[in-house]
């Protein structure tokens, strides 16, 4: 009971420095109407990043002309991925590049994705790819949630 | 080197590690309280959003304040101050006498709550960054951040252990002070 009583305390006056801290902080957040979700989508248009839907990279994937880069970490890829995927985790982008540039012409359309619409990993990805050199990198803004409920063909380890 | 010496030793470490540890997570994630509140978000947790924002703004100062608590508790005598004592020496014996176990099972509390969530995130199968440091640093979910909370939960077993000993002289004696 004393435990608990101290504890709801601190929370207490920690949460209360918190509330006025934000509230005269420069970079302080409004609690209703501050959205935290991150919309790839958006973020990708503020990076003049072109998009694809679901619709488009099926197409895509249909027609057999773009390669497909998935930026999740290797253990999400591993358990499923899109079909004929590669694998390039945003925190190891260096690593992978190389072998994937080998492997790969700038001239072919590239299409990355990661989760879902909010998550960014695939807006990084690109951003490196693009850098690199490939001339027609876009994001698959939907990721693999979209993909997989959409049942579209996905393989794993 | 006798095993009084040793003991607190390992209670200072334990102190300092568990303490410096909150301390640092918190002032990487003030100043930045909507990258906090998105990483939040990234978890996909179904909370309204006004919830998670507040998070955002509070925890890091939770965190700050029992850090600090845990750390500073260390030059605390556990004998209460006499009544010539100035007031604000008595205030700091009260304040810290008595907030030393709350903070270390608020911290303690923290890591176990967040070993829970990095393991439901896993599960789920969500490609979110841990958001343990605030925006300068982009930890993944995974293994390595499970491992490194049990790590990090290790130390505060010496302190609880320390909590059930009589007190004997000064707070690295006992890690409450009572």
């Known amino acids: 009971m004393k435990y608990l009583r101290q504890?709801?305390?601190?929370?207490?006056l920690g949460g209360m420095t918190g509330f006025i801290f934000n509230q005269f902080s420069p970079t302080g957040i409004s609690l209703t109407g501050y959205d935290p979700v991150t919309d790839v989508k958006e973020e990708a248009a503020q990076a003049n990043m072109p998009t694809v839907d679901l619709a488009e990279a099926h197409a895509f994937f249909m027609d057999g002309g773009a390669v497909f880069v998935d930026a999740r970490p290797p253990e999400l890829f591993s358990e499923g991925r899109i079909e004929g995927a590669f694998n390039i985790p945003e925190?190891?982008?260096?690593a992978h590049l190389p072998e994937f540039r080998q492997m790969i012409p700038t001239g072919v359309p590239v299409i990355v994705y990661c989760d879902g619409q909010d998550c960014v990993s695939s807006l990084k990805v690109a951003g490196?790819?693009?850098q690199a050199g490939y001339q027609d990198v876009q994001i698959f803004y939907g990721g693999w949630h979209e993909w997989m409920s959409a049942g579209y063909p996905i393989e794993w380890d | 080197m006798n095993r009084k010496t040793v003991w607190n030793a390992v209670l200072l470490t334990c102190r300092l590690v568990l303490g410096g540890l909150f301390v640092a997570a918190a002032l990487f994630k003030i100043p930045d309280a909507a990258?906090?509140?998105?990483?939040?978000?990234?978890?996909?947790?179904?909370?309204?959003?006004?919830f998670i924002n507040a998070?955002?703004?509070?925890?890091?100062?939770?965190?700050?304040?029992?850090g600090l608590l845990?750390?500073?508790?260390?030059?605390?005598?556990?004998?209460?101050?006499?009544?010539a004592a100035s007031l604000a020496g008595r205030c700091g014996w009260f304040f810290f006498h008595h907030f030393q176990r709350?903070?270390?099972?608020i911290l303690s509390g923290l890591l176990v709550f967040f070993i829970g969530l990095l393991a439901v995130t896993m599960v789920r199968g969500i490609d979110a960054n841990c958001g343990c440091f605030g925006p300068l640093t982009a930890q993944k979910v995974g293994w390595p951040k499970i491992l490194e909370n049990f790590f990090f939960l290790l130390f505060s077993v010496p302190l609880y252990l320390a909590l059930r000993r009589p007190a004997s002289?000064?707070?690295t004696d006992s890690a409450g002070g009572e």
Do not use: M, Q
């Open chain 1, 7 to 12: 504890t709801a305390l601190i929370v207490l």
């Open chain 1, 91 to 94: 925190h190891a982008i260096n």
């Open chain 1, 128 to 130: 490196d790819l693009a």
């Open chain 2, 35 to 50: 990258t906090f509140a998105r990483e939040i978000a990234n978890y996909r947790l179904p909370l309204p959003v006004p």
């Open chain 2, 55 to 66: 998070v955002a703004v509070t925890l890091p100062w939770i965190e700050l304040l029992a």
């Open chain 2, 70 to 83: 845990l750390i500073l508790g260390l030059w605390h005598s556990a004998e209460r101050p006499p009544r």
């Open chain 2, 102 to 105: 709350g903070a270390l099972l």
């Open chain 2, 169 to 171: 002289g000064t707070a």
